[in-house]
């Protein structure tokens, strides 16, 4: 089946740091990929779509400028949250899917926590 | 409209019995419904899917049923065992991106 890998699990860092998170789709190219933000007992909230070659489309209230994306490869999406502070703290995952109404895979997520 | 409405929020069930997940959705344009299962710090894992052409898919104990003219969905999983204790998510696929159910806690005890 079709594997998402993220790198890393887990980041702790202080507050002001920028810390970058990467998506790899290992046995498929995928044109999209997704970044969501999970926190404890909810569900899964979408941040943006992050398109191959084009600027990602982020969500209406997710700060652009916060949350850099870069999608540079058919491989690989980066997510970089830029000078985190606590609030920021959460479970981030992405996924990457194979075109429009393909099954998408999810990586297993990185718990980011800001001191 | 493009909400996925998701009951219950927390379930308990036997060993052995069957556990039903129901989803409700609003958007016709939706084509694709899947569930995934996810594990404490763990991403989401696709489960079992369906789309709207078909009412019923079954796959091993995990079974969806599709009510399209009623706009509903749910996952039933037979014979549950303590290994499916997880938090499961129905899900909506439109043209450009999933919007996922609130999900259910699901504990199975021995």
């Known amino acids: 089946g079709a594997v998402v890998s993220q790198h890393p699990s887990r980041v702790i860092c202080k507050s002001g740091t920028s810390v970058k998170i990467e998506c790899r789709s290992l046995?498929?190219?995928?044109?999209?990929m997704f970044w969501y933000r999970q926190f404890p007992k909810q569900s899964l909230m979408l941040m943006a779509t992050?398109?191959?070659?084009?600027?990602?489309?982020?969500e209406q209230g997710v700060e652009k400028d916060k949350f850099l994306i870069n999608h540079a490869s058919l491989t690989l999406s980066t997510l970089t949250v830029t000078s985190a502070h606590p609030e920021d703290s959460s479970f981030y995952i992405c996924?990457?899917?194979?075109?429009?109404?393909?099954?998408?895979?999810f990586g297993d997520g990185t718990r980011l926590s800001i001191l | 409209q493009q909400q996925v409405k998701q009951s219950p929020q927390s379930l308990i069930v036997q060993k052995g019995g069957i556990s039903i997940i129901n989803c409700a959705y609003e958007?016709?344009?939706?084509?694709?419904f899947p569930w995934y299962q996810q594990f404490p710090g763990k991403g989401p894992a696709l489960l079992i899917a369906i789309r709207p052409d078909v009412s019923e898919k079954k796959e091993g104990r995990f079974t969806i049923s599709f009510n399209k003219s009623a706009k509903q969905f749910s996952l039933h999983i037979m014979d549950s065992q303590p290994g499916d204790s997880a938090t499961y998510f129905c899900a909506a696929s439109g043209p450009d991106k999933l919007i996922f159910g609130t999900g259910t806690r699901l504990q199975v005890f021995p």
């Open positions: 996924s990457a899917g194979q075109g429009v109404g393909q099954p998408q895979h």
């Open positions: 992050s398109n191959e070659g084009s600027k990602a489309t982020y």
């Open positions: 046995d498929f190219q995928a044109t999209t």
């Open positions: 958007n016709t344009a939706f084509d694709y």
